[in-house]
């Protein structure tokens, strides 16, 4: 009896470990998670009953007993750290160096993540320890911490012993998850990281849900791997994890290329990475190369800008968006970020401040990803003058009292706070609401202080003359400026939906609504459960709706839009659904058409456009200088179509 129960045991653990490296290492779920939980549930109730856990039990990733102290591990091979560089020349002198020695030598180019360094070992097809890197020839044992990552394979199909090397690294998805329920949040994924796997409680190490990219195979016995490319055969056919995204180069250019377009894409990546590695591809000619005390010289780093700094706090000022909610902005000491001099960065609100535990004049880290706004992670460390950070109960805009609903507080005094006022009015003439062309914060606040401009309804009534005692408008901008009023009064359903600055309610959003309901009239004495039978929408949407329209002040603005002569068009589904059904994303620079132009011929004959390559896309639109949307297309065997065809599609 016993035995057929040891051998079920060992059939679900076998099932569970084939669906976790479906999930976690190839991003390919296999089963449901209801699916999962009642093979696991039925794994537990058998060790429960027997008493015994297999070697490979996926039960052992939980976490044991707290340690006392971390044991000093010394490595087998020493673990070298790589040579940095951060200029292409540098890195085009370390490629004619290798080159001189032989013109035909082929470049290993992968992510160069932004993590801990592990270095695990296996005998006999099961994992034996873990270890830090330390300073490369003595590290911390942390084989308790890794036995709970899940992309660690406890057990794996190679008996002989062999040493591998990865980084652990959280997620930002997991890091984001994690933040939002933690009583302290932790300031960034590398800390994460690195503070779980060095952590003596296992269970603390379990519960960031981490994972571990493996890239190097650092001692292998009996099997003769040739090259980088056959090591990560060797990793993956034995169920580790590893980076499906690298490149083999042979000139300079080709690297240089390489590395241009992982910085194009870097931001939409679900970790972080600084960098990119680039090794020599066949082993035993870097052994021709050697090492020096610190760094192998077959293999260098090539650093992009910095995306994160530490800098000082020097001030908080509080920000009053559209919707009267305030928002704290810290005023930093300028820092270089991803080629940007910043000065100034968000803190979400007062709880966001609390959470974080941050003082004026701390040290602090400070994060910047492309165009997002610059955040505030956490401290980096205090100061003598350290000062906690006062909570406002005025709005600095109008003086009024503040409200605090939820996280927020909030600025009531809607109709006459100037810095509400203004910032609806540029939300009414942005691009993708009446696309007034010209009216932008600066002159916004010219129109409000100088011409006395407080509702969008004001917009209708001025004149030339008026236009003229603002400074800096001549003849050409002022008529320019009165010609995209008078446009704007034919506007499109969903246009004016989003003008309307409704919290909660996007451009998606606007477009679903108007699609629901067809005309203004009908949007507008949209019940909540009316609302709610759109896909995608819920209560706090729905009841921001309702309540919108329930203020007499907003109708009397929407009023007077009417009386100056705006007119709203019916919703008129396109008579054409050439492309029902079908999904596009956009990449790249149309010969003829804008993204928005393309956009709307896609939606007009009953399409939808994405901005992610996904399976259930179904044709990518192609530009010139494409990003990394081709390359997943291509991976995804997705259609790629260029804008002829397109136009082709729909004629």
């Known amino acids: 009896m016993e035995d057929t129960k040891l051998q079920k045991m060992k059939e679900l653990v076998e099932i569970i470990n084939y669906h976790n490296y479906n999930y976690y290492s190839l991003d390919n779920p296999t089963i449901s998670d209801a699916e999962w939980d009642k093979l696991y549930d039925e794994l537990l109730a058998l060790e429960k009953e027997t008493g015994v856990v297999l070697e490979n039990s996926p039960s052992k990733r939980v976490g044991g007993e707290i340690l006392s102290s971390f044991k000093k591990y010394t490595h087998e091979v020493n673990l070298y750290s790589l040579e940095k560089c951060n200029t292409f020349e540098r890195l085009r002198e370390w490629v004619d160096s290798i080159k001189k020695q032989n013109q035909k030598t082929e470049f290993f180019v992968e992510y160069k993540y932004d993590g ?7 005998e006999n097809g099961i994992l034996v320890s873990g270890a830090t890197r330390g300073n490369g020839s ?8 890794v036995k709970t990552i899940r992309t660690v394979p406890l057990t794996i199909d190679y008996k ?20 939002k329920t933690a009583d302290e949040p ?11 796997v060095r952590n003596l409680d296992p269970k603390i190490t379990a519960s960031r849900n981490l994972d571990v990219i493996f890239y190097s195979i650092n001692y292998i016995d009996n099997t003769e791997i040739k090259s980088q490319v056959e090591m990560y055969e060797f990793l993956k056919n034995n169920k580790f994890n590893v980076e499906k995204k690298w490149q083999l180069c042979s000139t300079y250019e080709e690297i240089e290329n390489a590395i241009n377009d992982i910085d194009n894409i870097k931001s939409s990546l679900d970790f972080l990475i600084d960098g990119v590695v680039i090794k020599v591809n066949d082993i035993a000619e870097r052994k021709l190369f050697g090492y020096t005390a610190k760094f192998p010289k077959w293999a260098i780093a090539y ?12 001030g908080i000022t509080w920000q009053v968006g559209r919707t009267g909610k305030m928002t704290p902005i810290a005023e930093i000491e300028p820092v270089e970020l991803a080629g940007a001099t910043i000065k100034r960065a968000t803190l979400n609100n007062y709880n966001d401040i609390l959470r974080k535990k941050i003082k004026l004049y701390d040290y602090v880290f400070v994060r910047r990803s492309n165009e997002v706004i610059p955040e505030i992670l956490g401290v980096a460390r205090e100061t003598a003058e350290s000062t906690p950070i006062q909570k406002i109960d005025t709005c600095p805009s109008c003086g009024s009292k503040l409200v605090e609903i939820g996280a927020n507080l909030f600025c009531v005094n809607t109709y006459h706070c100037p810095e509400q006022i203004k910032d609806r009015i540029t939300h009414y003439a942005s691009r993708d609401a009446m696309n007034l062309v010209g009216l932008r914060d600066k002159t916004v606040a010219q129109l409000y202080e100088i011409l006395h401009v407080s509702t969008v309804a004001d917009l209708y009534n001025l004149t030339a003359d008026d236009l003229s005692k603002l400074e800096g408008f001549k003849d050409k901008k002022i008529t320019n400026l009165l010609d995209a009023i008078e446009k704007s009064k034919d506007v499109e359903l969903s246009q004016f939906i989003y003008s309307l600055g409704i919290p909660n309610i996007g451009k998606k959003s606007a477009k679903l609504l108007a699609k629901e309901f067809k005309t203004y009239e009908n949007f507008k004495n949209a019940k909540i459960e009316d609302i709610n039978n759109i896909f995608t929408f819920g209560d706090v949407m729905s009841e921001a709706i309702v309540e919108y329209f329930e203020n007499d002040n907003n109708l009397q603005i929407i009023q007077k839009l009417f009386d100056s002569g705006v007119k709203i068009k019916e919703y ?17 620079t149309l010969p003829t058409l804008s993204r928005e132009d393309a956009t709307k011929i896609i939606e007009d004959n009953g399409g939808q456009v994405s901005s992610s390559v996904s399976k259930k896309t179904d044709f990518v639109l192609l530009g010139e200088n494409p990003g990394s949307k081709l390359q997943k297309a291509q991976e995804l065997g997705i259609k790629i179509i260029i804008e002829a065809e397109l136009k082709k599609m729909v004629e």
Not at 160 to 179: C, D, F, R, T
């Open 116 to 122: 801990l360094t592990v270095s695990l070992t296996y």
């Open 186 to 196: 932790l300031k960034n994924a590398r800390n994460a990281a690195a503070g779980a």
């Open 303 to 314: 650093k992009y800008a910095a995306e994160e700094m530490s800098t000082k706090l020097n």
């Open 160 to 179: 002989g012993k062999v040493i591998v090397q990865g980084e652990a690294i959280m997620k930002l998805s997991e890091l984001s998850k994690y933040n």
């Open 138 to 145: 003595v590290g911390e044992d942390v084989t308790a911490q």
């Open 572 to 588: 008129v589904q396109k008579s054409t659904q050439k492309l029902s059904s079908m999904t596009f994303v956009l990449t790249g």
